[in-house]
């Protein structure tokens, strides 16, 4: 029950923000302020997200297999703008170093 | 113009690359929780239409939070929504009021993506490309889920597949992070949440990206 209460509580809650301006009948321009804020809301909430996957909670053990993956996700995704190959790329870099021990 | 539904629908396919794996690992993560039923676990999946919340959820549920502060947390990880919300307006002030209530429940990070470039259609002609991706999203985001589930007993465990979620999560940020306000808000969100990794239930999620929204806003006036 905990876990549909949750689901139907999280259904109702995204699509409320996501019809918010939309459904608003003569909607008003948004202020600077709120639009800054919203454009940064994104990439601050991923980051966060990330960390608390990582960090937070009942985590496996977070060794040089996991952090040479991040790394090199990271330095792809920077340089080539890339998903498929950063996240590709980390994965395998993951798979051997676990594979190996 | 006929044929804008397909056209729609076939725009979406590619983006969904990455989205159908990270559904079945959905799927999987909540056939390997004994204390998630897997039917109520998968019923996120056409409900919340959101993956990294719908994982959040799992993630909290099946370490014992209750079902708010589960909710609580996937709103959190779906405030983006709020902004996908307001800069589509333009794209949906002449749409017809059925549409305008309807449409909003399939507005997935891919599917904004695409209606934002919808910018020279007849209002009917927009919502044909547009449900044409929502159906692709719909469909194949609840198989993959499913399918996840289904194969879960058959995935080993020896590797720890979770931590391929916060891989994707880097690989999908990063290259999105265009302005420098951006990547103060991820960096301080990151920093903060992982230094309050010990709050319960994941209670540094949330106000490391509030800490983080703040920074790049704090960015975006110092830029100018």
């Excluded at chain 1, 995204?14 to 202020?31: C, D, E, T, V």
């Excluded at chain 2, 902004?83 to 599917?111: G, K, N, T």
């Excluded at chain 2, 547009?130 to 020896?158: C, E, K, Q, R």
Aim: aromatic share 8%; net charge positive.
């Amino acid at each position: 029950m905990r876990v549909w209460a949750a689901m139907i509580m999280l259904g109702v809650g995204s699509y409320s923000m996501r019809a918010s301006f939309i459904s608003a009948i003569g909607a008003k321009p948004l202020s600077e302020t709120v639009e800054a804020t919203l454009r940064n809301v994104g990439p601050a909430v991923m980051g966060a997200l990330v960390a608390s996957l990582l960090t937070a909670g009942e985590t496996a053990p977070f060794g040089l297999a996991e952090t040479c993956g991040l790394v090199v996700t990271s330095v792809l995704a920077w340089k080539t703008r890339s998903f498929l190959w950063a996240f590709l790329s980390g994965t395998a870099v993951w798979v051997c170093l676990r594979l190996l021990g | 113009m006929p044929g804008d539904f397909r056209r729609g629908a076939l725009a979406m396919v590619p983006f969904m690359l990455p989205a159908v794996p990270f559904g079945i690992l959905i799927g999987v993560a909540v056939a390997d929780h004994p204390g998630i039923p897997n039917l109520a676990g998968w019923a996120g999946a056409p409900i919340v239409l959101a993956g990294a919340s719908h994982l959040t959820a799992i993630t909290l549920l099946a370490e014992g939070s209750s079902a708010f502060a589960a909710a609580l947390a996937g709103m959190i990880v779906n405030a983006r929504f709020l902004m996908y919300s307001a800069a589509l307006v333009p794209r949906f002030r002449c749409q017809p009021r059925w549409f305008r209530v309807v449409a909003p429940y399939f507005l997935v990070d891919q599917l904004f993506a695409l209606a934002s470039t919808y910018t020279e259609e007849t209002e009917s002609g927009f919502r044909r490309r547009y449900m044409g991706g929502a159906m692709v999203v719909f469909v194949l985001w609840t198989v993959a889920v499913a399918s996840g589930v289904a194969l879960g007993p058959i995935v080993p465990n020896d590797l720890d597949l979770g931590f391929l979620v916060p891989l994707m999560f880097t690989g999908l940020l990063i290259p999105t992070l265009n302005r420098r306000p951006g990547v103060v808000a991820a960096l301080v969100a990151a920093g903060i949440t992982a230094g309050l990794s010990s709050l319960p239930n994941r209670g540094g999620l949330l106000i490391g990206a509030l800490m983080g929204a703040g920074a790049g806003l704090g960015a975006e006036r110092m830029v100018r």
